[in-house]
């Protein structure tokens, strides 16, 4: 899945509207209440606030300044009827783009340099037939069982996520999106926001000329992986047949809760549910914020590695 900036600098212009709209409705009516009502516990009439709204955009802002990361993360992703989980060591850079991960419980390292390689991705598997492999990162068998794509890895692309597809609801974002308040997770003080939309639900759709799965989901604003789930089309990364009618949900999920560090202001913790339960989530740990990374550590040959 991709998505352009614009969209996501809408919805911050339209979340800074929201807040001043709310700042301004709120003083008028605390004047005329003040005398009649009890004070308003804020827990409990956060959204007449928005501060929910101000964490999003928080939230976008601190993952634009992110320039270099490392990190542990664990995964829960829905696959056909199971799950498969992971607990996976990352290091990434964002401009240039370079990364290098490694997945402890299938014994695989990948890394990507862009602008080497015709912009592939090493791969490494530690079991049989132990051979290195230089793969479209795009390509059937590196996003085979894989809900998202390598270069989708860290928090840039994930707040982009939130940020357009709650754009997608518009003047609905209030009615589904909640601050619940600040909690731990992860060992980190966090603020929790919780999205829930209980219309979500799914609808036909015609395939039109050279179509693909990834860019009927750019395009509606949906979750790549769970239209492929939905459909079954796990595998199909090429142009569906035109004409041929698919099931799209008609928002990106039906619930997700986020959980943003109140230090870093990065969603540490992300997960997402649809009409049958937990599809996936994503939880990081031990992060390192912003420390430059040396560029030997985006080569095959860095000690250690085993490319």
């Not at 357009?164 to 929790?192: D, S, W």
């Not at 009618?245 to 230090?263: G, L």
């Amino acid at each position: 899945m991709r998505y352009k900036l614009p969209l996501e600098n809408m919805f911050k212009r339209f979340c800074i509207l929201l807040i001043l709209y709310a700042q301004i409705g709120l003083s008028q009516n605390s004047k005329k209440n003040s005398k009649n009502q009890p004070k308003e516990n804020p827990k409990e009439y956060s959204r007449e606030h928005f501060k929910d709204f101000k964490l999003i955009t928080d939230m976008l802002d601190s993952a634009k300044n992110v320039s270099s990361l490392r990190y542990n993360m664990k995964s829960v992703e829905r696959i056909g009827k199971g799950y498969l989980t992971a607990s996976t060591s990352v290091k990434l850079q964002t401009h240039p783009r370079r990364s290098y991960l490694k997945n402890h419980q299938s014994k695989l390292e990948v890394l990507y340099n862009e602008g080497n390689l015709n912009n592939k991705s090493l791969i490494k598997p530690h079991v049989f037939p132990y051979i290195t492999l230089a793969l479209d990162p795009l390509g059937n068998i590196m996003r085979k069982n894989q809900h998202f794509t390598i270069l989708d890895i860290g928090f840039d692309f994930i707040a982009r996520t939130i940020a357009v597809a709650l754009n997608k609801e518009k003047e609905q974002i209030g009615q589904h999106l909640n601050y619940i308040g600040k909690v731990e997770k992860n060992k980190l003080a966090c603020h929790l926001l919780i999205y829930e939309n209980q219309e979500f639900s799914y609808t036909d759709y015609t395939v039109l000329h050279k179509e693909t799965v990834s860019s009927i989901a750019g395009k509606l604003t949906v979750n790549d992986y769970m239209l492929r789930n939905k459909n079954k089309l796990y595998d199909n990364y090429g142009y569906l047949k035109e004409g041929s009618v698919i099931k799209v949900p008609n928002f990106y999920c039906k619930k997700a809760v986020f959980y943003v560090d109140e230090k870093t202001m990065l969603p540490i913790s992300v997960s997402i549910y649809d009409d049958i339960g937990l599809f996936e989530s994503y939880d990081f740990f031990n992060i390192e914020l912003n420390k430059p990374i040396p560029a030997e550590e985006f080569k095959r040959d860095f000690n250690g590695y085993g490319f």
